[in-house]
């Protein structure tokens, strides 16, 4: 049996998942609902209140080949893929990725194009 953190077995998969922040859920789920989402977004808020949770379902939502309602549909190829680590969904952590070289080499990389995925997603956590 292989160890698995609790934060990571439990996280939400779906903007309905996400406790607390509904007016921020309903927000995000309209937006990929109308497929009006905008080109950056900013999450900000203590400890342990959703901001990366969020990011991904974002992430997975807005790939998404069949939403439901705002939501990922979890079986289109797009979130099977997402489901796992994707190359066109990177998450940085941003108080180890703080320099100069590491702004520049994020930035290369923003110019290819996604290789699996409708849209290239970086969450800099």
Known sequence: MSYRALYRQYRPVTFSEV???DHITTILRNQVKAG???HA???SGTRGTGKTSTAKILARAVNCLNPQDG???GLCAACLRTAVE???IAELDAASNNGVEDVRAILDKVRYTP???RTKVY???
Do not use: K
């Open 19 to 21: 406790i607390g922040q």
């Open 36 to 38: 009006q989402t905008a």
């Open 41 to 43: 977004y900013l999450f």
């Open 71 to 73: 939501e990922p549909c």
């Open 86 to 88: 994707n190359v066109d």
């Open 115 to 117: 290789l699996e995925l």
């Open 123 to 125: 969450i800099i956590d």
